[in-house]
């Protein structure tokens, strides 16, 4: 059998319903070993994770190493790429004021660290603070903001990880214009893009031509769908416009859904025209809004990439 040139790994938002309501797969190890044995047998080969979840690690399982046994355990390979969630504040960790730089940085030289135990492809990053704290968006800001990225790039590469850019739509650097100014001041062995097809699709961009346009950077992908682009000032709302814009109660579907956005047939098109192997995350945050279903979701999903997608590029 011949190699896949893709894998599939899935980004754990995950809820199950419980008898009081939504349970975090987090809450117990029963409840983490049912998450796993889910995403497992559906055909993912992998799980992504958040940054904030290090101390669920810690705390339970003795540490990020721990809990890859237990979801190697499982039968999945291991944790591809953690999500870099930072709580950004003018006052003191922005990436265009210069003067909060340091505290970036050390909060990187650490974070890493905490990492070291395993192997990770991918740190994703939200590169620019809220819309609202960054505008008006300016070419020194997205100077300023290269400027830190490159330099915690250095400090990620040193570990042997990526630093890779994640572009939401209520972030400071979220339209075309920006998006390639800030790339033209990065430096491509560093910085890396990060494509979430719905993301890009809610900001009014096209994700295929975004990413033709800067394959020989991107380091991987979440693939998700919505059914609604951001307008007036949907991208503009505290503190996250995912939950407070006012025009959409349910931002993001898996793929497949009816009414979907994203071109997933053009995407994987281009990901096989450009040569791109290695991990494709599946992503749904928040899918149980509006009567979803993260279980349901994640299989229509895993249905999706095996039975379209993987008969384009596999």
């Avoid at 669920?56 to 291991?78: F, N, S, T």
């Avoid at 660290?113 to 603070?129: K, Y």
Wanted: with cysteine; glycine share 8%.
């Amino acid at each position: 059998m011949s190699e896949r040139k893709i894998k599939w790994s899935y980004m754990d938002h995950w809820r199950s319903n419980g008898p009081s309501g939504p349970v975090d797969q987090w809450h117990s190890h029963k409840t983490m070993s049912a998450f796993l044995k889910q995403v497992k047998a559906v055909g993912f080969d992998a799980i992504d994770t958040f940054d904030f979840r290090i101390w669920q690690m810690y705390g339970d399982y003795g540490g990020p190493a721990k809990y890859q046994e237990m979801v190697q355990d499982h039968g999945l390979e291991r944790i591809v790429n953690t999500f870099h969630a930072a709580d950004y504040d003018p006052r003191n960790y922005a990436p265009h004021i210069p003067e909060t730089h340091e505290n970036i940085l050390e909060d990187f030289r650490v974070t890493m660290g905490r990492w070291s135990e395993i192997e990770l492809d991918n740190i994703i990053v939200m590169p620019a603070t809220l819309y609202y704290d960054m505008e008006p968006i300016t070419e020194d800001k997205l100077k300023h903001t290269a400027e830190l990225w490159n330099k915690v790039g250095e400090i990620t590469a040193g570990y042997g990880v990526r630093l890779t850019c994640h572009h939401e739509f209520f972030c400071g650097i979220q339209s075309e214009p920006d998006i390639d100014t800030f790339y033209s001041y990065t430096d491509p062995e560093v910085v890396s893009l990060f494509v979430d097809t719905a993301q890009h699709c809610i900001a009014g961009l096209d994700p295929v031509a975004l990413y033709n346009r800067h394959a020989h950077r991107v380091s991987g992908f979440h693939f998700k769908d919505t059914h609604n682009r951001a307008t007036g000032d949907d991208h503009r709302h505290r503190p996250d416009s995912e939950i407070m814009a006012p025009t959409t109660g349910k931002w993001f579907y898996e793929m497949g859904t009816d009414q979907g956005l994203v071109d997933f047939r053009a995407t994987m098109t281009a990901v096989r025209d450009n040569g791109y192997t290695g991990w494709i995350s599946v992503e749904h945050d928040k899918a149980n809004k509006e009567g979803g279903d993260y279980s349901e979701s994640t299989a229509i999903s895993r249905w999706y990439a095996k039975n379209v997608l993987e008969e384009i590029y596999r």
